[in-house]
């Protein structure tokens, strides 16, 4: 079956350190890649989103993002975190004429 | 920026009762999705719909679920007889078009949190 998996369940870090969350997923063939961020009591935002071309993507406050195509992962990176990044972060894969199919979720914590 | 809207925000039901979940996608866009979020766990996929019919649903998509859009411009979700397990964030969302040249991106909805007491 179809999955997605998020390595951690709860990151927790101080202002300006470097976050990495891990996302695998299970497909073969084309897939399109997003990640989306809920912050606390909101609706699903799209960070960044992979169809093709660079592997390194880039999002919006300052995420970035690459698709390691041998590796079935999109692993999600900041190299510095502020306190208002504390959020749910679910990547998400979907391929051609299908539905999106979620990972669990990691949820950041920042701490001040 | 346009934005899929959804109504009502929270929705309190009795166990047993009707409820339906009401959403206005993104005016030109053709997919349309329900999603669910039950507290402290991942996003579920329960239904897509297009050109007027189910394109695909989840196991979790029984008998007690049904989706509609009337007039072209809502897309709602009706549960026939709520159960408490139905207690849940549910979001619509909506896609442009599918297909490697067309923009894939799914805009969501706000949510509606459903407590079923």
């Known amino acids: 079956a179809q999955s997605v998996s998020q390595h951690n369940h709860h990151v927790i870090l101080s202002e300006a350190a470097s976050l990495e969350l891990g996302c695998n997923y299970s497909?073969?063939?084309?897939?399109?890649l997003f990640w989306y961020v809920q912050y606390p009591g909101q609706h699903l935002q799209l960070l960044l989103k992979?169809?093709?071309?660079?592997?390194l993507v880039k999002g919006i406050k300052g995420f970035e993002a690459e698709f390691i195509k041998s590796k079935f992962s999109f692993n999600l990176r900041k190299p510095s975190v502020q306190w208002s990044d504390t959020a749910e972060y679910f990547c998400?894969?979907?391929?051609?004429?299908?539905?999106?199919?979620f990972g669990p979720g990691t949820r950041l914590s920042v701490l001040p | 920026e346009p934005e899929v809207t959804q109504t009502p925000s929270h929705q309190v039901t009795q166990m047993g009762q009707e409820v339906i979940l009401r959403c206005v996608p993104i005016s030109n866009h053709l997919y349309f999705y329900w999603y669910r979020q039950i507290l402290g766990q991942k996003v579920e996929f329960l239904v897509s719909f297009y050109n007027n019919e189910i394109s695909e649903k989840s196991e979790i998509f029984d008998d007690q679920f049904s989706v509609e859009r009337p007039d072209g411009s809502n897309f709602t979700l009706k549960i026939r007889s709520t159960k408490l397990e139905d207690s849940a964030m549910y979001f619509c969302a909506s896609i442009l078009g599918q297909g490697a040249t067309v923009n894939t991106e799914a805009f969501f909805g706000q949510g509606t949190r459903l407590t079923v007491v």
């Open positions: 998400a894969v979907n391929q051609r004429g299908q539905n999106f199919v």
């Open positions: 497909y073969g063939g084309t897939v399109n």
């Open positions: 992979y169809f093709s071309g660079d592997p």
